[in-house]
């Protein structure tokens, strides 16, 4: 059984910064890419950022230049920097992967989802 655990969530300021931390834990042999969804009341969840095993990483626009993704391949973690932030990144962020649980299984997960609100 693989398990995703995020943390790093909360309320902060306009212009503050927080940081995500998603860990994967259980049965991995290995993980491919690894990302950051969001989903704002009344909206559809979104990509906003997301990194592949050899580093190859992808924002969304709105938050290029603002938040930055990384990952500790060695503790199958992967964080996501926000700086600089806006009410508009007011959502749930989940982490999700792509894990493979075996040779010939590979599965897409999800986290539990941490609430990220930015008060103006």
């Known amino acids: 059984q693989v398990q995703l655990v995020e943390s790093g969530g909360g309320l902060v300021q306009a212009g503050g910064s927080l940081r995500l931390s998603c860990a994967a834990s259980?049965?991995?042999?290995?993980?491919?890419?690894m990302g950051w969804y969001r989903q704002a009341p009344g909206k559809q969840r979104e990509l906003v950022a997301a990194?592949?095993?050899?580093?190859?990483?992808n924002y969304s626009e709105s938050v290029k230049g603002r938040f930055t993704i990384s990952r500790d391949n060695a503790k199958n973690t992967v964080y996501l920097q926000m700086n600089s932030l806006k009410p508009e990144d007011t959502a749930v962020y989940y982490c999700?992967?792509?894990?493979?649980?075996?040779?010939?299984?590979?599965?897409?997960?999800w986290g539990q989802g941490t609430q990220v609100t930015v008060s103006s």
């Open positions: 990194i592949t095993s050899g580093g190859s990483i």
């Open positions: 999700n992967a792509a894990i493979r649980i075996s040779w010939s299984q590979l599965r897409d997960y």
């Open positions: 259980g049965s991995i042999f290995s993980i491919n890419a």
